[in-house]
């Protein structure tokens, strides 16, 4: 499944399956990127990372791909799990703060 | 064990009172944030200090003034409370005051309601 947009949707997908969100920045002199995951009632936590150099990054089970031509990153889980239900949160950097985008809320289905 | 620690959990008041948050991290970082959470869960940068220096102050009411007494802590008081603070309170840290390339650490939050 996908999603697209700065607002907090919500994806919904099944044990097992790719996810896939989405994330269009605004800042085009933006040098740094980070995808969080916050579970219900904890703090955000650092997932993976890119820098504008880059155009795809791997972690495990992660892939993060930056297009900067149009402004937009996503992140791919691989095998989305249970335990992979939060929100995900992209966020820009230039040289002053990380700015948030509003989140995709992930489910996932057993 | 925690990173970075926040004190209350959970804090419940009436509007016009003074509240403080407390937050403590043991990485050794010399950068540390506040940020703020609404109920649409954005995220937005309140302050950040470094060395316990302010180096950010976005726009935020003058009813906000963070302390830091060492680089480990940076303590969020808030005067006259009202309705529209009620929100949870981020503290982060990160090990150096750019944020390029430097992830930053978040604390569990501190959910302030105000009545």
């Known amino acids: 499944g996908e999603s697209v947009g700065l607002h907090l949707p919500t994806l919904s997908v099944q044990e097992g399956d790719n996810s896939i969100i989405n994330c269009a920045y605004s800042n085009s002199a933006s040098d740094y990127f980070i995808w969080y995951k916050q579970e219900s009632g904890k703090g955000p936590q650092f997932i993976i990372d890119?820098?504008?150099?880059?155009d795809k990054r791997q972690g495990q089970r992660v892939t993060v791909l930056l297009n900067k031509t149009v402004k937009h990153l996503s992140l791919q889980i691989a095998a989305t799990q249970p335990g992979d239900s939060a929100v995900y949160f992209c966020a820009e950097t230039g040289r002053r703060a990380l700015t948030f985008g509003s989140g995709t809320r992930l489910q996932v289905q057993p | 064990d925690t990173a970075v620690s926040q004190t209350p959990k959970y804090l419940v008041t009436q509007m016009g009172n003074d509240k403080s948050i407390k937050c403590e991290q043991n990485l050794g970082h010399d950068t540390m944030y506040w940020y703020k959470q609404d109920s649409k869960k954005f995220l937005k940068i309140m302050f950040s200090y470094n060395n316990k220096e302010l180096i950010i102050n976005e726009t935020v009411p003058n009813r906000f003034s963070p302390k830091s007494p060492d680089k480990a802590h940076l303590n969020l008081h808030i005067n006259s409370l009202e309705l529209g603070d009620s929100a949870v309170y981020f503290c982060?840290?990160?090990?150096?005051?750019?944020?390029?390339?430097?992830?930053?650490?978040f604390g569990p939050g501190t959910r302030l309601t105000v009545l």
């Open positions: 982060a840290s990160s090990p150096s005051r750019e944020p390029l390339y430097n992830e930053q650490f």
């Open positions: 890119i820098r504008s150099n880059m």
